[in-house]
């Protein structure tokens, strides 16, 4: 199952702006895609931008999924960041294309293969849990040389990429910096977000973290893989949709 959540963070509330992450979830019979950006909170059109990133990384990992299983990670990297920023210039047209910059992460999951290609260019960060652990597949850029956004310059030597083997994968998670600022403290995850996290409880996750105050917005799009698979292992590949109250909600797998 999938689940997702964002709320608006406190700086974005007080001036009245709008929640400048966005998530995406995209998916076929063999392959689903999720994707999160943070567009960048001084940048005009941020919010835009980071619809734009979303959109673009998604269309390119499904309608080329093999593909990105088999090149070289670099080459992965420029091609999806080079397509990201040919769209953001075709957008912002008379506009200066930074006034559209995010941050970007996103991972293609295989169902068939049991692989997961992983994408990360910025302060988001992407967890895989596993045998009641929670392991970094990406890790945030360190804040002390700035935050790389999808307008960076040379940013295709910036972003990391890869693929790993979900076999053992419980679930794999994606985190906004407003939401992962939440669950750590001083690069140890909080005892009771692990507990949440290795339980698969993503629906009290949810209220723990919207009860918490957070400057920045705060989302995470989390995919279920160990339920999945127990439901093909049944032969039941279809999930009923499940809704919960708040924010958050689960979505089926077709």
Known sequence: M???????GSYHEKHRKANQDFIMHKEDDRYIALSLADGVSS????????????SVISEMLMNH???????????????????IKYELEKTAKNH?????????VCVLYDRIANKVFYFSLGDSLIIAIKDKNCKIVAQPCDSRDGCYVTTTENAEYLAKSGIIDSDSI???????????????NRGR???????????????ILEKVLTEKNSIDDCSFIS?????????????????KQTKLPGRGRYCPLA
Not at 2 to 8: A, D, H, N, V
Request: proline share 0%; net charge negative.
């Open 43 to 54: 940048c005009k059109y941020a919010k835009k931008g980071a619809k734009i990133a979303c």
């Open 2 to 8: 999938l689940y997702l959540m964002t709320k608006k």
């Open 170 to 184: 419980e679930s794999i998670m994606l985190c906004s910096d407003g939401a992962w600022n939440l669950m750590y």
């Open 223 to 239: 995919l279920n893989l160990s339920e999945f698979r127990e439901e093909q292992k049944n032969g039941n590949k279809s999930i």
């Open 96 to 104: 200066d294309i930074e006034e559209y910059s995010s941050t970007l």
């Open 65 to 83: 999924a093999e593909r990105f299983f088999e090149i070289d990670s670099n080459e992965a990297v420029c091609h999806i960041l080079s397509k």
């Open 189 to 203: 995850i909080d005892s009771e977000i692990k507990y949440l996290l290795t339980g698969k409880r993503f629906d």
